[in-house]
């Protein structure tokens, strides 16, 4: 009797164990269809001394019709990028670049073509560890390739720079969907088919990154779609995080400030008077704990306007005033 009760078990777990592995598999493969369509291959071409050459390869998502795409900006930054851009309908569309941002490390292409399928965005921000994720690109060449996992991590960072600006990426996402060259500017994707992330980077053997699909960006890719660029403001620092002395968190109510390493000659926080070693604690009346939160207040809003500073240098408040120029490469 027991014998056959335990045949029973075994043959309802493995039912179960079935199930569960077909409900995966509808969900990847419902993803896969409804999403694929929207992502290109991307070639890129620049101009050589004998006419266009090769510049690399990567992915796109489509976000319009009319044939706005998003990409990794490193995919297709630099002088005379162009290329192709071909679909898994077969169709093959010449692109061009309508605006970069590498330190967000977003890209907006216009293909020569409409018709085309545009994915939905979703928000990252609801995303959670553990929650399954689907990336849609073009690894090494072969389009149209799909890989699932799961999101490993939130809340991550990735430094991006350009020109001898260095700013971190937030809230990037973490995930162990097989990643390779030529995912970067594909789709990751979440349960509903909805783009939650623009794959960027590599960062090691089954660890993928993937620039979030929020506000923030969202901001970002508009306004690449409408200037061709994106405007920030720079007071001109270099800085890291640093804990606040007993004291002053007392009077802050806070563990962490920002430490000024260094000062850019003619810069407006020199011009404020700020100097290596003060410890920043609030700017434009806003409280600050880590770089993040310099580097969230300097937006296009906030050039040329005056923004209170408060510091701590040695045991002394100082409250100064600074006016934030246009961040130049």
Known sequence: MSTTTERYDDEAAERREAEALDAYSRVVVDVAERVSPSVANLRVMRRGRGGQVPAGAGSAVALTPDGFLVTSAHVVAGPGRTGRATFVDGRELTWRVVGVDRLTDL?????????????????????????????????????????????????????????????????????????????????????????????????????????????????????????????????????????????????????AGVEVVDVSQGSPAQRAGLRAEDLIVELGGEAIERVDDVQRLMTHDAIGLPMAIRVLRGDRWLDLEVSPVELVE
């Open 107 to 255: 890209a907006v292409l216009r293909a020569d073509g409409d018709g085309l399928s545009p994915a939905t965005l979703g928000e990252a921000e609801k995303l959670r560890v553990g929650q399954l994720v689907v990336a849609i690109g073009n690894p090494n060449g072969f389009a149209g390739s799909v890989t699932a996992g799961v999101v490993s991590a939130l809340g991550r960072s990735l430094p991006a720079r350009a020109g001898r600006t260095v700013r971190h990426i937030d809230n990037v996402i973490q995930t162990d969907a097989a990643l390779n060259p030529g995912n970067s500017g594909g789709a990751l994707v979440d349960s509903s088919a909805r783009v939650i992330g623009i794959n960027t980077a590599v960062a090691g053997v089954g660890l993928g990154l993937a620039v979030p699909i929020n506000a923030a960006t969202r901001q970002i890719v508009g306004t690449l779609m409408r200037d061709g660029r994106v405007r920030r403001a720079w007071i001109g620092i270099a800085a890291g995080p640093r804990p606040l002395p007993p004291h002053a968190r007392v009077r802050v109510g806070r563990s």
